[in-house]
Nanobody, 116 residues
Framework: QVHMVESGGSLVQPGGSLRVSCAAT????????MAWYRQAPGKEREWVAG????????YGDSVKGRFTVSRDAAKSTTVYLQMNGLTPEDTAVYYC?????????WGQGIQVTVSS
């Protein structure tokens, strides 16, 4: 079985930065394609960023220029989301997702709160 383990959620002040990570464990090998999503209270889940197996990255319009997705240099099944210039509108539960052998495997979600 494959599991996604997220970490790094926190309370951050506006304008601050935070890095969250997602590690795929179990019968999975990299480099993997991973996507980050987020869901704010009362809103639908929103795609945030994607890191493809070939290293290509893509970002949603709301985070472009502020967020960066990258892969761990030593562990190709661990992916990071570096978030800079955070605003209260970035407050949400953040999820990672990996498509693997015909299934979408989701992380448990971590809370990121941007507030003064």
């Amino acid at each position: 079985q494959v599991h996604m383990v997220e970490s790094g959620g926190s309370l951050v002040q506006p304008g601050g930065s935070l890095r969250v990570s997602c590690a795929a464990t179990g019968q999975i090998f990299g480099p993997i394609h991973m996507a980050w999503y987020r869901q704010a209270p009362g809103k639908e889940r929103e795609w945030v960023a994607g890191l493809y197996a070939n290293g290509q990255t893509k970002y949603g319009d709301s985070v472009k220029g502020r967020f960066t997705v990258s892969r761990d240099a030593a562990k190709s099944t661990t992916v990071y989301l570096q978030m800079n210039g955070l605003t209260p509108e970035d407050t949400a539960v953040y999820y990672c997702k990996v498509p693997w052998r015909g299934h979408d495997i989701w992380g448990q979600g971590i809370q990121v709160t941007v507030s003064s």
